[in-house]
């Protein structure tokens, strides 16, 4: 089906769904018949926007719908103000779509960091001039030998936590919320911390101890960079709006856009906080190596499930990840929802 047939054939189900939705924000303005009508519509809506993505390159249409399923989707998985219930909502559903649906900023937000590690880090093991620029033969030797080592144990591991955790957050607000600037503190927050990660490493495959230098920053360093990562797509993202908002305002694309981005930015907390206590209490306090990457193979694989497992699922179901989605609700609402799912 081409592109003009498919909106002439569902136009008049869009309207529907965007009226229901906006009456919808007040339970005591929907029939019965119309909240199930409009769960109904919710489902059908959010398969044309799973076609549209795949078949159509068109992003008015994909914002089109993507706001009318996020609209819907507000009205009809709101739940009473439950702290904890909210909680749950976040990091099941919000969080992971949100960072799912941000393929393409990850992708860019990895290679922002990671060229900058590899490049570094190669020219580094292989240029004697820059390690005499980069510190005396003495320097590197006591880096080496002990304080890159010594620096996982050198606090308590409660108060060395915190601080690592402490910092990798403000680390990632900076990438998080630079990205407004046009994406460029976004760019060198990530660009200079892969830099410094390959200078270490750089170090360490001059010195022929690679593996010591693995065996050290993987088993917090995969979760904590993967956090980076994420949390420089939604700067890169933010940015982004600001640069190319389609054909929304961008006054109106830099809100849409930062109540996703700022799903993400909440979620990641977690993340860092479990990354700092790998690092406070794993990577400089057990001695064997394995025991330590597999540690952070281990979360690092849970974590990257949770992301693409119910990323893909969330966004089947039509949610955006944006702030305020899954808030409030009705029992009416709730029990058609649940109809719809069994049917």
Same mark, same amino acid.
């Given at each position: 089906?081409?592109?003009?047939?498919?909106?002439?054939?569902?136009?008049? &189900?869009?309207?529907?769904?965007?009226?229901?939705?906006?009456?919808?924000?007040?339970?005591?303005?929907?029939? #019965?018949?119309?909240?199930?009508?409009?769960?109904?519509?919710?489902?059908?809506?959010? !398969?044309?926007?799973?076609?549209?993505?795949?078949? *159509? @390159?068109? #992003?008015?249409?994909?914002?089109?719908?993507?706001?009318?399923?996020?609209?819907?989707?507000?009205?009809?998985?709101?739940?009473?103000?439950?702290?904890?219930?909210?909680?749950?909502?976040?990091?099941?559903?919000?969080?992971?779509?949100?960072?799912?649906?941000?393929?393409?900023?990850?992708?860019?937000?990895?290679?922002?960091?990671?060229?900058?590690?590899?490049?570094?880090?190669?020219?580094?093991?292989?240029?004697?001039?820059?390690?005499?620029?980069?510190? !005396?033969?003495? @320097?590197?030797?006591?880096?080496?030998?002990?304080?890159?080592?010594?620096? *996982?144990?050198?606090? #308590? &591991?409660?108060?060395?936590?915190?601080?690592?955790?402490?910092?990798?957050?403000?680390? &990632?607000?900076?990438?998080?919320?630079?990205? +407004?600037?046009?994406?460029?503190?976004?760019?060198?927050?990530?660009?200079?911390?892969?830099?410094?990660?390959? +200078?270490?490493?750089?170090?360490?495959?001059?010195?022929?101890?690679?593996?010591?230098?693995?065996?050290?920053?993987? #088993?917090?360093?995969?979760?904590?960079?993967? @956090?980076?990562?994420?949390?420089?797509?939604?700067?890169?993202?933010?940015?982004?709006?600001?640069?190319?908002?389609?054909?929304?305002?961008?006054?109106?694309?830099?809100?849409?856009?930062?109540?996703?981005?700022?799903?993400?930015?909440?979620?990641?907390?977690?993340?860092?906080?479990?990354?700092?206590?790998?690092?406070?209490?794993?990577?400089?306090?057990?001695? !064997?190596?394995?025991?330590?990457?597999?540690?952070?193979?281990?979360?690092?694989?849970?974590?990257?499930?949770?992301?693409?497992?119910?990323?893909? &699922?969330?966004?089947?179901?039509?949610?955006?990840?944006?702030?305020?989605?899954?808030?409030?609700?009705?029992?009416?609402?709730?029990?058609?929802?649940?109809?719809?799912?069994?049917?």
């Amino acid at each position: 089906m081409d592109i003009d047939r498919f909106i002439a054939r569902n136009t008049a &189900a869009w309207q529907r769904l965007d009226e229901l939705s906006r009456r919808g924000r007040n339970p005591r303005r929907l029939a #019965p018949g119309e909240i199930d009508e409009l769960v109904e519509l919710y489902q059908r809506v959010s !398969s044309h926007l799973s076609h549209a993505r795949a078949a *159509y @390159a068109d #992003p008015a249409l994909t914002a089109r719908l993507t706001r009318l399923v996020g609209q819907a989707n507000g009205v009809i998985y709101r739940s009473p103000g439950r702290p904890g219930r909210a909680v749950v909502e976040l990091l099941a559903w919000r969080f992971p779509a949100a960072v799912w649906q941000s393929g393409r900023f990850v992708a860019a937000s990895a290679a922002l960091l990671l060229v900058p590690a590899l490049v570094v880090g190669a020219w580094i093991a292989r240029s004697d001039e820059a390690l005499d620029a980069l510190a !005396s033969e003495a @320097a590197r030797a006591a880096y080496l030998e002990h304080d890159f080592e010594a620096y *996982y144990s050198s606090d #308590p &591991a409660t108060q060395f936590a915190t601080q690592v955790t402490v910092n990798n957050i403000q680390v &990632a607000i900076t990438a998080f919320a630079a990205g +407004v600037l046009l994406c460029v503190p976004t760019v060198f927050v990530l660009a200079y911390n892969g830099a410094n990660i390959g +200078v270490a490493g750089g170090l360490f495959a001059d010195a022929g101890e690679l593996g010591r230098f693995f065996g050290l920053i993987l #088993p917090h360093g995969l979760l904590e960079l993967t @956090a980076v990562v994420i949390a420089g797509a939604a700067g890169l993202r933010l940015g982004w709006a600001v640069i190319d908002p389609g054909d929304r305002t961008r006054g109106r694309a830099l809100g849409e856009e930062a109540r996703r981005t700022g799903v993400i930015a909440l979620g990641l907390v977690l993340a860092f906080v479990a990354a700092g206590l790998i690092e406070g209490f794993v990577t400089g306090r057990v001695g !064997s190596t394995a025991l330590r990457v597999g540690v952070g193979v281990v979360v690092e694989l849970a974590f990257v499930a949770w992301i693409v497992v119910q990323g893909r &699922a969330a966004t089947l179901r039509g949610v955006t990840g944006a702030l305020g989605e899954l808030d409030r609700g009705w029992d009416e609402l709730a029990a058609a929802r649940e109809r719809a799912w069994a049917a």
